[in-house]
């Protein structure tokens, strides 16, 4: 996974973009159709966007799925791995931290 987004006009396999926007704790990312809520905030420059246990930043480490390191609440359901759930058009994200309430 990689933030960095190739634009449309250098495509070399000619993909569109489909402008995104979400939500992250009240403050509007944009992103394009098809990328993981993970692409979305490695794409706007965020690289961490949970704390673990001792406080520690944590983002996106697998990137697959198998650790749990990128999660994150999207409208009511908590712990989604965000890289692993596609970003919606109006996604409501909220970060989160261990040791939360839930």
């Known amino acids: 996974m990689s933030p960095r987004r190739i634009p449309a006009a250098t495509d070399a396999?000619?993909?569109?973009?489909?402008p995104l926007t979400i939500t992250v704790d009240g403050e509007p990312v944009d992103g394009i159709e098809g990328q993981s809520i993970a692409g979305v905030l490695l794409a706007s420059g965020r690289r961490a966007w949970r704390t673990g246990r001792s406080g520690a930043p944590r983002g996106v480490f697998c990137g697959i799925g198998a650790c749990f390191d990128c999660l994150v609440t999207v409208g009511p359901e908590r712990d989604v791995r965000a890289c692993r759930r596609r970003a919606r058009d109006g996604d409501e994200v909220r970060t989160q931290a261990r040791g939360e309430e839930r």
Do not use: A, G, K, L
């Open 13 to 18: 396999v000619e993909r569109r973009e489909t």
